[in-house]
């Protein structure tokens, strides 16, 4: 049969899930609509038009085999993602994780994705849910109309939890007398911008960021406001106590300061963000205080005195739906055939999980117009695990859910030691990618 002659796809949403599902239905010879609201209509978190717009992190987490962030890339590279092989191409020094340039990444993943001769890119907002096979991949900021038909249709309200920004500052602006250049235990190229504390100067910027006025919520403002726990604003965990960031984003594990020799009590570490090495984010500092208390607060950190914000952090809502309630293993929607769910808006978190999710929901829409049986990923790999614990968790206590090895069906014998437990599970999942790679 002609390609010509299947009936198309509709894609709502140019996020990372909606691109990528497009190219994977586009590369099963299946017809593509891509519809995009941007730039004709913003969300509060976006900046530009562009396809696959980072809003939050450069960082799409560890690359290394034996971490589960890097397996699910693993499998993503082998199956021919397209997200996967942009950000490969726009890579920048970040140790043993895949950080991006982010405008450079965007463009390119726009110039392939517009490029694909059966791909059609319109920009304009879908208002309601798309007659015939469709993905939905509109992320977490799903416009009001599109939000309100898709609740009608699920016969349920959508939960939602806030999400927050990191500031980028000025690579030029950081005191290089006091900050230092490198990675935790040696790896990478020392990649990081590293800011040293001693236990006096932790103390008082803790109580600084504890006592900071915080932004509105505004419009999207709700009394009951949760916070997905995997990207807590950094002023929200330091209300837990006095060492909860000594023990998280700041830890200094791994690190010595070329001045002292010893380990800081506490390091603050800024991540390149642009491929010419001009700007830095400062590693989970998502934040919604005020961006004038951004500046006073964060100026504290050693290294940071006159550093100069090219972004100020913010704070966005994030949608997704029930998904357990609703959604397949296949990313499809239980009581409508044809229809599909991708990104953030299905409760995978994070971006690689986004994307893998529109690989799915692309490549199951694909075989859906093309009359064949739907692709279910094992749960063996990092994948299907992922996809089948947002269509499987409690409903009652469903939460975003980023790639892990607890999500893993487990090894049969066990294996006690963890880093060889964390390699034989990727080996594991990678015989079945290979094979799944090998049938499509």
Not at 167 to 175: L, N
Request: net charge neutral; glycine share 10%.
């Amino acid at each position: 049969m002609e390609a010509g002659t299947l009936p198309g796809i509709t894609v709502v949403g140019g996020g990372l899930a909606g691109s990528e599902a497009a190219w994977q239905a586009a590369e099963r010879g299946v017809h593509v609509t891509l519809y995009e609201m941007r730039p004709h209509r913003m969300t509060p978190a976006h900046v530009s038009g562009e396809l696959a717009e980072l809003v939050c992190s450069n960082s799409l987490g560890s690359d290394l085999p034996d971490r589960a962030a890097g397996l699910l890339k693993a499998e993503l590279r082998r199956l021919g993602s397209l997200v996967l092989a942009c950000a490969d191409h726009t890579r920048v020094p970040a140790g043993g994780a895949l950080a991006v340039d982010r405008e450079r990444f965007a463009a390119e993943v726009t110039r392939r994705v517009v490029a694909h001769p059966r791909i059609r890119v319109v920009r304009e907002e879908v208002m309601a849910i798309p007659e015939g096979p469709t993905v939905i991949a509109t992320g977490p900021l799903t416009s009001d109309a599109l939000a309100a038909s898709i609740v009608e249709l699920a016969g349920q309200e959508h939960l939602y939890f806030y999400d927050a920004l990191a500031p980028i500052v000025a690579a030029d602006s950081v005191d290089t007398s006091v900050a230092f250049r490198a990675s935790r235990y040696g790896r990478g190229e020392a990649d990081y911008i590293n800011c040293p504390m001693t236990e006096e100067e932790y103390g008082r910027f803790v109580e600084a960021l504890v006592a900071a006025e915080r932004s509105p919520l505004r419009d999207f403002e709700r009394e009951d406001a949760r916070f997905f726990e995997g990207c807590l604003p950094v002023e929200v965990l330091a209300t837990r106590g006095r060492n909860a960031l000594a023990f998280g984003p700041l830890r200094p594990v791994g690190l010595t300061d070329p001045r002292t020799g010893e380990r800081p009590y506490a390091v603050v570490q800024l991540r390149q963000d642009n491929l010419a090495g001009t700007l830095y984010n400062i590693v989970g500092f998502q934040t919604n205080l005020r961006h004038s208390e951004q500046e006073r607060v964060f100026r504290l950190i050693p290294g940071l005195e006159r550093a100069e914000f090219v972004r100020y952090g913010q704070m966005h809502r994030n949608t997704f739906i029930n998904a357990p309630l609703v959604l397949g293993p296949t990313m499809g929607f239980r009581s409508r055939p044809g229809l599909f769910f991708a990104g953030q808006i299905t409760g995978v978190e994070g971006y690689v999980g986004s994307v893998g999710s529109g690989w799915v929901a692309g490549v199951n829409a694909a075989r859906f117009v093309l009359g064949l049986g739907a692709l279910i990923l094992p749960r063996t790999t990092m994948l299907g695990a992922l996809c089948h614990y947002v269509s499987h968790a409690d409903p009652a206590t469903f939460q975003p859910m980023k790639a892990n090895f607890g999500l893993l069906v487990p090894l049969s014998p066990m294996v006690r030691n963890k880093r060889r437990r964390y390699e034989a599970y990727a080996e594991r999942a990678m015989v079945e990618v290979e094979q799944i790679a090998n049938s499509k």
